[in-house]
């Protein structure tokens, strides 16, 4: 939760691969990201690509040592300890020979998508993040799947405040309550 300077609080949303869309897609998870950056600075390392920084890794730290048993001294740059934990990282996941990258040049995008793992487009994705739909409705129809609508029983969690639906005054107020049983039945033909 980030606090904001004038008050109040923010609470982000979890954007599944599948459901990005209109601008969304661009947004990444930092974390997994930067991992998969660093680990192309393993991927360097192994593969002892012609560079000067690799070559200096290899004389400084490595000293002819197997780089997938090495283990960094005490006394070394933060940066080298992230590189080697990240090292470690992916081998804890799988070891180094089942890569999809071990005989391929190595892509940070493709070990981003690994990292993250396989995400099943939503059947209503399609629909949602069309073209012909405003911006403005296809978000609030993603928000409304995902049931993270601002309405009332949602709110009283933080506020504590009535429930009471304020359109029909008869029930509690959901995003299930609001679209189904007050506003679509009003608006085509209902009570």
Same mark, same amino acid.
């Given at each position: ?10 609470? !982000? ?40 920084? /690799? ?5 400084? #730290?490595? *000293? ?10 005490? =006394? ?5 300890? *992230? ?5 470690? !990282?992916? *081998? ?10 071990? =005989?391929?040049? #190595?892509? /940070? ?34 928000? #409304? ?12 969690? #933080? ?14 107020? =959901? ?17």
């Amino acid at each position: 939760m980030q606090e904001f300077p004038l008050g109040g609080q923010s609470r !982000f949303l979890n954007y599944p691969q599948s459901c990005l869309g209109i601008g969304l897609s661009r947004l990444r998870n930092a974390e997994v990201w930067n991992k998969a950056l660093i680990a192309k600075l393993v991927w360097a390392i192994e593969n002892k690509k012609d560079l000067l920084w /690799v070559k200096w890794v290899h004389g400084r #730290y490595l *000293k002819n040592k197997n780089w997938w048993n090495y283990s960094p001294p005490l =006394d070394c740059s933060w940066y080298w300890k *992230k590189i080697c934990f990240i090292k470690e !990282f992916f *081998k804890g996941e799988s070891p180094p020979t089942q890569w999809i990258w071990k =005989d391929k040049p #190595y892509k /940070v995008s493709t070990s981003y998508k690994w990292q993250l793992g396989d995400h099943p487009k939503k059947p209503w994705s399609k629909l949602i993040w069309n073209r012909s739909i405003i911006p403005r409705h296809a978000f609030i129809t993603w928000l #409304y799947a995902q049931r993270r609508l601002p309405i009332k029983t949602r709110l009283a969690r #933080y506020t504590g405040q009535n429930t009471l639906c304020s359109l029909c005054l008869s029930g509690e107020e =959901d995003d299930q309550h609001s679209f189904l049983t007050v506003i679509m039945p009003r608006r085509y033909g209902g009570t």
